[in-house]
């Protein structure tokens, strides 16, 4: 890779960017880079996900393994021992598998009917795997039809036992299991043998004609892993883990249907008599993170960190793994720098509680605009504002669009809005980012804009792992607390759980519940505040925030701001308070700046004799702080801007050292107070 001109760190672009000059395909070259390496970076799924270490040849076993942001592992894990099956997707399945078995798939050279004899056995076991997908298929139709519709569906919950009889039925039940598993496992390597594209289609011929012609898709494949991860943790270890299990058939207007991938791997329109009215969709829902987070049981060690894993014996108790060594840490800045506080009232004095019902009064809406505009007024330079969803958000906004207030907002800063369906193409939350960070540098100002407001959700993309360091946030308002939807099938089903399994040691429903809204909050305040020198504002508005210390919506902030926490009864108070911890910050700033700046030219006005730059990037580097030691020595402000405006303008591609020392009058005697610029 060093020919290339790829440092010992591959980065994915840098890859990628490799892979598009030399036609190489940075996918396999990284997997290939993955078996020799010592330390590999990579996201969580690659890892909690069964499936892909199975795809990615991954094992766990004696392996040193870290979860940065391990906040989110709860959720990943249940994610990852979850699966959702459709019938479209059985359908493409069973009809990709009927088209390789007949030899109906578009032939390559030597594609002939003898070459259909050599694999007889391994389509013996598509036609088997065929066999029950179809009967799953027909099954959940069937089933399906009898759910009473409620506006555009309906669902129904299946009991474990009544389920598992069901499978069984099909040839999927843990009788059956270990046939089936064996011929999915067999297909799989007859897919890896032959090689794979992107798209996950086969490309080698194996040296037994085109292995395309004679191999399932990989749309098929990720259907059959799906099903032999999910079937495999309900029944390992005598079906330990199937209480862990909820299972959910809905029925929902199908609207997905429309287009079908045909033999050659591009999508059509499906044909009239292809489409059906109803979608089944059915749920495999696990709500103890533990099934697949047992894995890593066999890791030698487990390592996950964040600034909001707290409470650590929720982490113990979910994930079933006990943490010998933790550790709990105050944040890295003084107590000085942050401003904290929890503001009840708007200033119109509206009783600030960002509930459902309240949401939806235009008062409440109408002073928390006032309190953001104001807020925008008060603090320069970037300011980020959290809500609990993304419909409070689009009303909220809507409403200011109505009412004028968004004008009033727009002279102040930039407005923007994180985007809510930006995961499939990164170029739309990209530009969005980058005209926010435009404002913050002062690009795109116009008029009195002192720099931008970003409209974001706890839970997005921006309130997860994005850092706004200095100027980018030095405020963060969270409108409301970001509970979970409380009407959603699997918040209701993870709440009985854990009430119902409380003497294994798992929190309770309620206790779960409050903890994932903390969880969110704190993750969306901790996007400032990001080094020792760094300070910010935590504007929480929602009278929750006014409760005593011991209340718990104060306990559950991260423990390091818990203490920092001041309650205030009127939104003015708040306001003066703010004011002031700005001004005092932007003064130590100016201070700060000052002292460097002349720190910089007092270093360079007695160098020793050792001390000559080697380059000119030398005299670039960050000052070190002091005072001039007499008045001989002091410079004044237009003297450092003189001299910075200098430094600033050289370029180290134009300058030699031979060009640097003809700079100073004398080699003999360098002194950077007689510079010829």
């Known amino acids: 890779m060093a020919k290339f001109g790829l440092k010992p760190v591959y980065d994915i672009e840098d890859l990628s960017q490799v892979g598009k000059r030399n036609v190489v395909c940075p996918f396999f070259a990284s997997k290939d880079l993955a078996k020799s390496a010592q330390l590999i970076f990579c996201p969580y799924n690659y890892l909690i996900d069964a499936r892909i270490r199975a795809a990615m040849n991954i094992d766990l076993a004696g392996q040193i393994v870290i979860f940065d942001e391990g906040h989110n592992m709860e959720d990943a894990s249940r994610e990852a021992s979850s699966y959702v099956i459709t019938t479209d997707q059985l359908r493409d399945a069973i009809d990709d598998m009927a088209k390789v078995t007949s030899g109906r798939r578009g032939r390559g050279n030597g594609g002939g009917d003898d070459d259909l004899s050599q694999f007889s056995e391994i389509h013996g076991l598509i036609q088997d795997v065929m066999h029950r997908c179809r009967g799953l298929s027909e099954w959940m139709e069937s089933a399906g039809r009898n759910i009473p519709i409620k506006f555009n569906g309906g669902s129904k919950e299946l009991s474990g036992a009544d389920f598992v009889l069901q499978l069984g039925q099909v ?68 079906k330990a883990h199937l209480t862990d299990y909820r299972f959910v058939l809905m029925k929902e207007a199908n609207r997905n249907n429309a287009y079908i991938e045909d033999e050659s791997g591009y999508r059509r329109k499906r044909k009239q008599e292809e489409r059906s009215e109803w979608l089944y969709r059915l749920n495999f829902w696990c709500l103890n993170p533990a099934v697949a987070f047992g894995d890593f049981l066999k890791a030698k060690a487990v390592v996950l960190t964040s600034g909001t894993l707290s ?33 009840g009232h708007g200033p119109h004095n509206t009783i600030l509680k960002a509930t459902h019902g309240v ?26 504002c959290f809500f609990t969803s993304y419909a409070v958000m689009g009303k909220l906004m809507t409403r200011w669009q109505e009412s004028g207030l968004m004008l009033e907002l727009q002279k102040c800063k930039v407005v923007l809005e994180e985007p809510r369906n930006s995961f499939g193409d990164k170029s739309i939350f990209e530009n969005v980012m980058e005209e926010f960070y435009a404002a913050i540098r002062g690009v795109s100002l116009q008029g009195d804009q002192t720099g931008a407001l970003m409209f974001a959700v706890c839970r997005g993309k921006i309130s997860e792992g994005l850092d706004f360091a200095d100027d980018n946030a030095r405020a963060v308002i969270a409108v409301g607390i970001p509970y979970p939807n409380f009407m959603d099938e699997q918040v209701k089903m993870k709440r009985a759980y854990n009430d119902t399994n409380i003497k294994k040691g798992l929190l309770s429903g309620a206790n779960w519940y409050d903890i994932q809204a903390f969880r969110a909050l ?29 209340s718990k919506n104060i306990q559950g902030l991260s423990k390091w701001l818990r203490p920092q926490i001041h309650s205030y009864a009127k939104f003015s108070l708040a306001l003066a308070s703010l004011d002031a911890f700005v001004s005092t910050r932007l003064a130590a700033d100016a201070m700060r700046r000052k002292e460097g700046a002349a720190a910089v030219v007092q270093q360079e006005a007695k160098p020793s004799s050792s001390s000559r730059p080697a380059s000119i990037s030398d005299l670039k580097q960050p000052p070190v702080i002091a005072q001039a030691e007499d008045a001989e020595n002091a410079v004044t402000d237009s003297e450092v801007s003189s001299f910075l405006a200098a430094v600033s303008e050289m370029d180290d591609n134009l300058l030699t050292d031979d060009e640097l020392s003809s700079l100073f009058t004398s080699d003999e005697d360098f002194s950077p107070q007689k510079p010829k610029w």
Not at 322 to 333: L, R
Not at 535 to 544: F, M, N, P, Q
């Open 311 to 343: 409470p650590i014996a929720s982490f113990q108790s979910e994930l079933g793994m006990k943490f010998g060594i933790q550790f709990e840490a105050n944040h890295v800045i003084a107590m000085e720098q942050v401003w904290a506080g929890g503001v």
């Open 359 to 384: 949401t939806e009064q235009l008062s409440f809406q109408d002073d928390v605009g006032d309190a953001v505009l104001q807020v925008c007024r008060t603090v320069p330079k970037g300011v980020l």
């Open 522 to 550: 704190n993750q969306a305040l901790g996007r400032c505040l990001r080094h020792k020198n760094d300070w910010g504002a935590l504007i929480l508005l929602d009278v929750r925030f006014t409760e005593p210390q011991t």
């Open 171 to 238: 040839g999927l039940g843990p009788d059956e299991f270990v046939k089936f598993s064996a011929a999915v496992e067999e297909i799989t390597a007859d897919k890896a043998e032959g090689g794979q594209d992107e798209g996950g289609r086969g490309t080698g011929s194996m040296g037994r004609g085109d292995a395309e012609t004679k191999q399932v898709s990989g749309g098929t494949l990720m259907v059959l892993r799906g099903l032999l991860v999910v079937l495999g943790y309900m029944y390992n270890n005598a």
